[in-house]
């Protein structure tokens, strides 16, 4: 079981960037896909990026809407996933929620994922 945790959200002007980290307590991360998920305000949750486990080489996913923007990453060592999210867009506002995955079957989809944090709220101003 891992409990992740999510800190680095904030108020950014469009154009800039931030970095996201989720920190991962809890036995065997490395065994684990970890996935970003948004949900905006009257929206529905929306898959942002996935990296799967050190067993099969980190492989990184992405939604259209932010490939080229975003980039995950992992540290197994330090139990950690990062989100650099770069040339941000207002309708990147939302509030985003790390999530642990045991089942490595469809990483986009949310009802995959075992375990999730409270979230960090990212506002991007126009």
């Known amino acids: 079981q891992v409990q992740p945790g999510e800190s680095g959200g904030g108020l950014v002007q469009a154009g800039g960037s931030l970095r996201l980290s989720c920190a991962a307590s809890?036995?065997?991360?490395?065994?684990?896909?970890m996935g970003w998920f948004r949900q905006a305000p009257g929206k529905e949750r929306e898959f942002v990026a996935a990296i799967n486990w050190s067993g099969a080489s980190g492989r990184t996913y992405y939604a259209d809407t932010v490939k080229g923007r975003f980039t995950i990453s992992r540290d197994n060592a330090k139990k950690m996933v990062y989100l650099q999210m770069n040339s941000l867009k207002p309708e990147d506002t939302a509030v985003y929620y790390c999530?642990?995955?045991?089942?490595?079957?469809?990483?986009?989809?949310?009802?995959?994922?075992?375990?999730w944090g409270q979230g960090t709220q990212v506002t991007v101003s126009s």
């Open positions: 999530a642990a995955d045991s089942k490595h079957s469809d990483y986009v989809a949310g009802y995959e994922y075992d375990y």
């Open positions: 809890g036995r065997f991360f490395s065994r684990y896909a």
